[in-house]
């Protein structure tokens, strides 16, 4: 099929270069023009393992990208991969999804044939029916069902392992209201269930499929606060709390998976869907109490970490080594990233910081110019008083006498990944 993908970042860079590895025609068109002639260069414009491989396969064949929209004018379908930021009360900014739906409709004028117009970004129930199709019909002249049609079909991956997540889900969710609409998402689809290792495909409406994705991320957040909460208990009963959880995800009810208990949940996605979600509930009146203790936890974590450094001592002038910038390890993306909380708190209190990354130093550079940066974890333990970990990096697992070289030995384990070893002062945040 021949397929354009409105908006071309983290989801919509690899959507369209999965869509092509599966033997679609496809087309990006985003407004950033770098990204475009990126794209075109055969180079992937993030960073995600095994997506450069892909572009270079196919771009200048069966994938390309533009700045135009009439691009979509020779495809049969197109998504909407576009940013669905916070605004201050945590409810979606939808301002890139109505200029794009409004640019949209105003190219499908010049289209005769039926289009299908699918969101893939993530957006709260009502959204795709209420502000995206109006302003595609208004823009263009057409009515819903008659001209164009909408559908949402959320998305999954994560960042890290974008391609892998996207080429072999778990499930595909397709929502939609007409046949035609179906149609279009089975055809696109068929391709990616014959490859992948027999996904489910969800069968549902527009409103259901985008409550999916918000469902899903709740409850992973969920999950992690919960089991954080756990651990906190655990800690004040001297109880092993990876023991405990490790046990609990061997119940096939529980399912072992995001248990990972620590300094808490970042990212782009968890603190923003989260937060959109929890607006939405409150917009119809409804004040969703356990999703406002899940946040609430997740914001406890970094200052529970901060109390088990000033009992050692107070950390004013003193420099402190934080392991770990990127919100996870195997990316680069600082969004949200908890390694941002503490370092606020410990400039806050007076500390020098010092901070290490494999690969997110450039990016938190950015936001904090003025604090030092090591080329690796034995630098900033030099002449370090403390270190935070706050990213699990394997590499952090496997420190030993780089510890040494420290001024004092205090080492605070926000992801419970450093190997425990003599002489150190060291205690796992949970
Ligand atoms: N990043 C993830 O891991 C992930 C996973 C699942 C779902 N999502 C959701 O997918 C959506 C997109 O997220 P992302 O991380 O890919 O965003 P992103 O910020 O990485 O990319 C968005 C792209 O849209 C482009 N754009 C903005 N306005 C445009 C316009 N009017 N016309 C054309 N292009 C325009 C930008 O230039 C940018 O390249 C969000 O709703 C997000 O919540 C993200
Ligand atoms: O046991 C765990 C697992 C994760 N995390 C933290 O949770 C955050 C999110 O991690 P992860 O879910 O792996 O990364 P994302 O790329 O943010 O992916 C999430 O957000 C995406 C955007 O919506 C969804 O598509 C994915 O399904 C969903 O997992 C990170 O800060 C992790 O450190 C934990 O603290 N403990």
Redo the contacts with the bound molecule.
């Keep these: 099929m021949k397929l354009s993908i409105?908006?071309?970042?983290?989801?919509?860079t690899t959507l369209a270069a999965c869509l092509a590895d599966v033997g679609h025609d496809v087309v990006n068109?985003?407004?950033?023009e770098d990204?475009v002639a990126t794209l075109n260069d055969g180079e992937a414009p993030?960073h995600e393992p095994g997506l450069d491989e892909l572009i270079a396969e196919h771009a200048g064949d069966r994938l390309r990208a533009t700045t135009d929209y009439d691009a979509v004018l020779d495809t049969d379908a197109t998504f909407l991969?576009?940013?669905?930021p916070s605004m201050e009360d945590g409810s979606n900014d939808l301002t890139?999804m109505k200029?794009?739906a409004t640019?949209l409709g105003e190219t499908l004028t010049a289209k005769d044939d039926e289009h299908v117009v699918i969101t893939?970004?993530?957006?709260v129930p009502s959204t795709t029916e209420e502000v995206i199709a109006p302003r595609i019909a208004d823009a263009s002249g057409m009515t819903v069902g008659d001209g164009f049609h909408v559908a949402m079909n959320?998305?999954?991956?994560?960042?890290g392992t974008?391609v892998s997540d996207f080429l072999d889900p778990d499930k595909i969710v397709l929502g939609a209201e007409t046949d035609t609409a179906f149609d279009v998402l089975d055809g696109i689809f068929a391709p990616l269930v014959e490859r992948a290792n027999d996904p489910t495909v969800v069968k549902t409406g527009i409103r259901e499929a985008e409550m999916i994705?918000y469902a899903n991320n709740a409850f992973l957040a969920s999950k992690i606060s919960l089991a954080n909460e756990l651990a906190n208990i655990c800690k004040e009963y001297d109880v092993d709390s990876g023991e405990v959880l490790d046990a609990i995800g061997l119940d096939s009810r529980i399912e072992a998976a995001f248990l990972g208990a620590g300094l808490g949940w970042g990212g782009?996605?968890f603190p923003?869907?989260v937060a959109a979600l929890a607006a939405a509930a409150r917009d119809k009146g409804y004040e969703p109490k356990l999703l406002n203790a899940v946040v609430a936890v997740n914001d406890g974590q970094p200052g529970r970490m901060l109390d088990l450094l000033r009992k050692r001592f107070d950390p004013a002038g003193k420099r402190i080594a934080v392991l770990g910038l990127s919100f996870k390890p195997g990316t680069d993306d600082i969004r949200e990233s908890r390694a941002i909380l503490l370092i606020e708190a410990l400039l806050d209190a007076g500390a020098s910081v010092v901070g290490y990354d494999p690969v997110a130093t450039e990016n938190m550079r950015e936001q904090f110019p003025d604090i030092d940066y090591a080329q690796s974890a034995a630098e900033a333990l030099e002449g370090a008083d403390a270190a935070l970990v706050a990213t699990d990096w394997d590499e952090f697992a496997a420190l030993d006498d780089q510890f040494d070289e420290m001024r004092q030995n205090v080492v605070i384990d926000g992801r419970n990944i450093v190997t425990r070893r003599d002489g150190l002062d060291y205690e796992s945040l949970v």
Aim: hydrophobic content about 40%; aromatic content about 6%; overall charge negative.
């Design positions: 409105i908006g071309s970042g983290y989801v919509g068109v985003d407004i950033d990204i993030i991969a576009l940013p669905t890139a200029a794009a640019s893939k970004s993530t957006v959320p998305e999954f991956l994560r960042e974008a994705k782009s996605c923003k869907d």
